[in-house]
């Protein structure tokens, strides 16, 4: 019977066969073939482009040695057998090289990879560790932090280089992370003493119920011929120096949608009457069972206030 080749391409001699010379294959077999598959290390020159080596049959071949160095230029493929086989291979070029049957493996420039084919294409060896134990600390372009210990309780943050982390310590209780717009630091909290500008129909809440925000002074609106109230009239007054018939209109609810507690006042300094004109709505004299349009005198004051959807209460001195 002829001799038949292993897995590693080695000879497997026939029962009867090479009958005086079968010590040279034995020879080669294990002092060539399976040196080189348990303990070989090839320096193999890359081309850039795609590099194809072989495991042949019964004879030396670079893709049977355990170990790769690949020298040379770097960018391009190196190809192996579908031999079902393990590969370290440290890629000693610029640029990284991929090994592969059919699509492989990226090596990158100088790294050192234990890499392995199935008999289809060549996959990474390892992908788990239980435990890891470096002699260095992982620096941050490998993903790490750099750092070889830690701070209880920090927080980190990039550091000016950009080449690790900082720790910022919490400091005192009740301290805040703030920013300057480059660096972070714990900061304590200070009183507010400035001024905040709300948008137009803000409201503030007390967890139940929202309130439109108001002012310490009471805003004017000088309004001096006919004029229909806004959401932001609200907390305001609505000052005329009218000299002649005006009208200040209250909107009904699904005009202007004013929230229940709203307070506007109308104040005339004029020479004529100001009538409130409450179309659709319900509006009580304040003190009586009066409702509908309600007159303002010259000098006079009226506060509306608003009680429900589209009901309301007008009083004040001048008001009929």
């Not at 391409?9 to 294990?30: A, F, H, M, P, R």
């Not at 320096?43 to 040379?72: E, K």
């Not at 890891?132 to 992982?138: K, N």
């Not at 919490?170 to 972070?184: A, D, F, I, K």
């Amino acid at each position: 019977m002829a001799s038949t080749y292993s897995n590693l391409g080695i000879e497997l001699i026939g029962s009867g066969e090479q009958t005086g010379t079968w010590g040279t294959t034995t020879n080669t077999n294990l002092g060539t073939l399976i040196d080189q598959a348990i303990s070989g290390y090839e320096i193999y020159s890359c081309t850039g482009g795609t590099d194809t080596i072989t495991i042949p049959n019964g004879a030396s071949g670079v893709a049977r040695n355990m170990t790769l160095q690949l020298n040379g230029t770097g960018g391009g493929n190196l190809v192996v057998p579908t031999n079902e086989k393990l590969y370290f291979v440290f890629n000693n070029t610029s640029s990284a090289i991929t090994v592969k049957v059919t699509t492989g493996v990226s090596v990158p420039a100088g790294a050192k990879m234990i890499l392995v084919c199935n008999g289809t294409d060549v996959l990474t060896a390892q992908n788990y560790f239980a435990s890891l134990t470096l002699g260095a600390a992982l620096p941050v372009a490998s993903g790490g932090t750099g750092s070889t210990s830690t701070t209880a309780y920090a927080v980190y943050a990039g550091n000016s280089a950009g080449t690790g982390f900082t720790p910022i310590a919490p400091s005192t209780s009740g301290n805040l992370l703030t920013s300057n717009g480059t660096n972070w630091a714990s900061t304590a909290l200070t009183t507010f003493t400035g001024t905040v500008v709300a948008a137009s129909g803000s409201t503030i809440s007390d967890g139940t119920t929202a309130f439109a925000i108001g002012y310490l002074a009471i805003p004017q609106n000088a309004q001096s011929s006919n004029y229909t109230l806004v959401l932001i009239d609200s907390g305001k007054h609505i000052y005329s120096t009218n000299s002649g018939a005006q009208s200040v209109t209250i909107p009904t609810n699904a005009s202007v949608a004013f929230p229940i507690g709203t307070a506007f006042t109308i104040v005339n300094n004029g020479t004529t009457s100001i009538t409130i004109v409450t179309t659709s709505l319900t509006v009580y004299q304040a003190g009586t069972s009066n409702t509908g349009n309600r007159t303002v005198a010259t000098k006079g004051v009226a506060t509306c206030l608003k009680v429900a959807t589209d009901t309301w209460f007008v009083s004040g001195a001048g008001v009929s």
